[in-house]
């Protein structure tokens, strides 16, 4: 799956998941917007991400992590094992 679309089901899911409807976001994005960012027509900047998951009362990485989860068809244990891993190895330094 194309990480755009990928991003745009784990956006549409989140939020579903908290019984919001695309209108509720009209303080940080249009609808429109958000009707293109679920269908993956669109791809969001860092800031936007954050401003949406601060709408939905999520920690940005929770969208991010499921949508790279939905990408590559990977489950999410191991996709905090590599995090976790990764982090480490630059803390060792």
């Keep these: 799956m194309e990480l755009h679309q990928a991003f745009g089901q784990a956006l549409r899911r989140q939020r579903r ?12 994005s ?42 590559d068809d990977s489950n999410i244990d191991e996709i905090f094992a590599r995090i976790t891993q990764e982090l480490a190895s630059v803390n060792d330094r």
């Design 30 to 71: 249009s609808r429109t917007y958000m009707s293109e960012l679920e269908r993956g027509l669109k791809n969001p900047t860092l800031d936007k991400i954050n401003e949406l998951a601060t709408i939905m009362g999520i920690h940005p990485l929770t969208l991010l992590t499921e949508c790279f989860s939905l990408k």
């Design 17 to 28: 998941a908290k019984g919001l409807s695309q209108e509720e976001f009209t303080i940080v």
